[in-house]
């Protein structure tokens, strides 16, 4: 019996590497050279464009939004936002509860994967408002992260967010324009 037993614990010592390494999977950006994981201390990907939202029926445009995206080991996170552009925009509209989780792409070869940023992926999108004054909360943004897996393109990234409990305060929450990534992107 302890031949059996040695003989089994043999095989799983053996096959235990092959059962829990997972293949790598999470997210890289080219930073010049060659796809990495993992940003370096204050450095982010930047994602900038235009967006807009209703708020208590009053439209918020802003001429440039910009997210900051940080990578930890594959990990994609919004770790700041900032908002400018127009009188409705500047100074008004700050991004608050980050940081907003970045769900998993689509894997190795894609040049576009749906994303879900909040939610499930960390904590949801919160949004202050100071005119009118309104904290919009529980938000997630859908969207579709572009030109992936080349290293000579900068990832695209077009977004709809929606804010919970509902009625929100915040409706038609989006991006106007298509945003560009300071860098490309992939998902291995």
Do not use: H
């Amino acid at each position: 019996m302890s031949k059996l037993k040695a003989t089994l614990l043999a095989s799983l010592i053996a096959a235990g590497p092959l059962v829990a390494s997972p293949a790598f999977a999470g997210w890289e950006y080219w930073n010049g050279s060659a796809w990495v994981d993992t940003t370096p201390t204050g450095t982010f990907v930047t994602i900038t464009g235009s967006t807009t939202a209703t708020v208590s029926g009053i439209a918020v445009p802003c001429s440039s939004a910009t997210f900051y995206m940080q990578l930890i080991s594959g990990t994609a996170a919004i770790v700041s936002a900032n908002f400018t552009g127009g009188a409705a925009c500047t100074g008004n509209v700050t991004a608050e509860n980050l940081s907003w989780g970045v769900s998993p792409g689509v894997g190795s070869g894609a040049t576009s994967s749906s994303v879900t940023i909040g939610g499930a992926y960390a904590n949801p999108i919160q949004v202050r408002f100071n005119t009118p004054a309104r904290v919009c909360t529980g938000g997630v943004a859908a969207g579709s992260l572009g030109n992936l897996n080349n290293s000579a393109t900068n990832a695209t990234f077009t977004f709809t967010a929606q804010f919970l409990p509902a009625p929100s305060p915040c409706t038609n929450v989006r991006s106007t324009s298509t945003l560009t990534a300071s860098a490309p992107l992939r998902y291995m």
